[in-house]
């Protein structure tokens, strides 16, 4: 590489003449000056000066380390405080009838179950462990299919009422069992905004509290999911939505075995009408 300088020298020459008159009179003087000429000259002189090639040493990138994960939730894979961890989920039955959108605290959900009730009308069940809502709701009554998911993780069932197949189970299994027909007002209210049956709310908070207070264990004992150890980049196509089709019952098929289960010599029998009910509850799901 050349650097070139460039050094200008100028050589100015000045020429001045100045003239006076010969006589000057005591009221008229003449005075008589040259012009004054300027000559300026320049001169470029080029310098053509080598240079060394300099080579500049690029410093290491330090690669960040991989970024610990610590406590991780096993409902959601994110990470969470170690005291999360050691809390009982929550499993709250929240309605889906139009009456009673929006729901509250259902962002909140590690987990969220949809599952067809009746009148083509689903429920949700809403499991609660990182998240703490309050309110949320309107809570609904339990039923027997949704029971069956709940047991995975081993929750606060909190539910108002329920049908008889459900109340039985939540005996018979011996769950964690926050009813909102026996619980105070400290745990469940109603407000205004809605009309009954779609306006009952409680809190993650009051849920919790009112475990204590009957003595259930406060943390729970599931397996929950697996995830990996460290920070992965998954591959894949972005999901923009998700669509769950619900079928009727055939007619001719599954509704015969109903009939069938009803024309028994206990039809009249309410415990054979509600296992009846919850078979059909159930084949309707995985139609």
């Known amino acids: 590489m050349n650097k070139k300088y460039l050094i200008l020298t100028a050589v100015v020459a000045l020429a001045m003449t100045t003239g006076c008159g010969n006589s000057i ?10 012009p004054t000429d300027e000559v ?10 080598p240079t060394e090639d300099v080579e500049v040493e690029e410093e290491p990138v330090e690669e960040e380390p991989e970024a610990e994960l610590g406590a991780v939730s096993t409902l959601t894979g994110m990470p969470v405080e170690e005291t999360v961890l050691e809390i009982r989920p929550a499993v709250v039955m929240l309605d889906n ?16 179950y949809e599952i067809l009730a009746e009148g083509r009308i689903t429920r949700y069940m809403a499991v609660f ?62 407000t205004r905004h809605k009309r009954i049956p779609h306006n009952m709310y409680s809190s ?3 849920i919790q509290n009112e475990s204590k207070r009957k003595g259930y264990r406060e943390s729970g004992n599931f397996t929950g999911m697996k995830f990996n150890a460290s920070l992965t980049e998954i591959g894949g196509e972005e999901g923009k939505y998700v669509k769950a089709v619900y079928n009727s019952p055939h007619h001719g098929t599954k509704l015969d075995i109903i009939l069938s289960l009803l024309s028994m010599k206990n039809r009249r029998n309410m415990k ?14 995985a139609s």
């Open 97 to 112: 009838h139009y009456g009673a959108r929006p729901q509250a605290g259902l962002s909140q959900a590690d987990h969220i």
């Open 40 to 49: 300026t000259s320049t001169e470029v002189i080029v310098i053509d000066e």
């Open 272 to 285: 054979g009408l509600s296992m009846a009910n919850h078979i059909l509850m159930k084949m309707t799901i």
């Open 204 to 206: 993650f908070e009051a």
């Open 129 to 190: 462990q990182s998240g703490s809502p309050s309110p949320v709701g309107p809570v609904r009554s339990a039923r027997p299919y949704f029971i069956d998911k709940a047991l995975e993780y081993d929750p606060n069932y909190v539910h108002v009422g329920g049908s008889m197949q459900a109340m039985t189970d939540i005996i018979n299994l011996n769950m964690a069992d926050i009813d909102g027909l026996s619980s105070g007002a400290n745990v469940f209210w109603r």
């Open 25 to 34: 009179s005591e009221t008229e003087a003449v005075a008589s000056e040259t």
